[in-house]
T-cell receptor, first 110, second 118 residues
């Protein structure tokens, strides 16, 4: 069964502190993993995907197949990072549905 | 490009009525996905459509729910005889045709329709 787990519903850190949002998945095969973000009063938008292996807004995420994890990290949090973050996976066989985690609300305190 | 459009943004229905949710994909996008978000939960896939075809409806409830994406016009998610448990945010996403060598195309999300059943 395809499943994405984000164990933290809420995460609060101080500005300048490191941030790590956890994501674990289960999938029989090689999925594609994504992080989506929803800022206040904005639409859900793609933040990054594991295939691109890039850093967006200072965030990175490494796919760890052994631990079936795709944690999102940023070394120095900024206030504008406060948002709802969703980890998601998709099968790798063409255009497919996304399976989302429950989301983590990240709050950056000044 | 205005992005994915959904209307109405808010919809209130009484139990037993019908709800129709509309989604206009981004220009050039031929794939449409519907997701439902119940309170305090993540988005759950419902259905994936291409023009005039339902590709994957594995997330659709067996009764009362239907979806279409006609040749002309928006995609419609229809809920018949709504019940209180249907109250949720319904999101539509669209993506372009798959490109050469690409196994996945980014899904662009609409603002959602918040359905409240009284």
């Amino acid at each position: 069964a395809q499943r994405v787990t984000q164990p933290e519903k809420l995460l609060s850190v101080f500005k300048g502190a490191p941030v790590e949002l956890k994501c674990n998945y289960s999938y029989s095969g090689s999925p594609e993993l994504f992080w989506y973000v929803q800022y206040s009063r904005q639409r859900l938008q793609l933040l990054l995907r594991h295939i691109s292996r890039e850093s967006i807004k200072g965030f990175t995420a490494d796919l760890n197949k052994g631990e079936t994890s795709f944690h999102l990290k940023k070394p120095f949090a900024q206030e504008e990072d406060s948002a709802m973050y969703y980890c998601a996976l998709s099968g790798n066989q063409g255009a497919q549905k996304l399976v989302f985690g429950q989301g983590t609300r990240l709050t950056i305190n000044p | 490009n205005a992005g994915v459009m959904q209307n109405p943004r808010h919809l209130v229905r009484r139990r037993g009525q019908e709800a129709r949710l509309r989604c206009s994909p981004m220009k050039g996008h031929s794939h449409v996905y519907w997701y439902r978000q119940l309170p305090e939960e993540g988005l759950k896939f419902m259905v994936y459509l291409q023009k005039e075809n339902i590709i994957d409806e594995s997330g659709m409830p067996k009764e009362r729910f239907s979806a279409e994406f006609p040749k002309e016009g928006p995609s419609i998610l229809r809920i018949q005889q709504v019940v209180r448990g249907d109250s949720a945010a319904y999101f539509c996403a669209s993506s372009p045709p798959l490109g050469q060598g690409s196994s996945y195309n980014e899904q662009f999300f609409g603002p959602g329709t918040r359905l409240t059943v009284l």
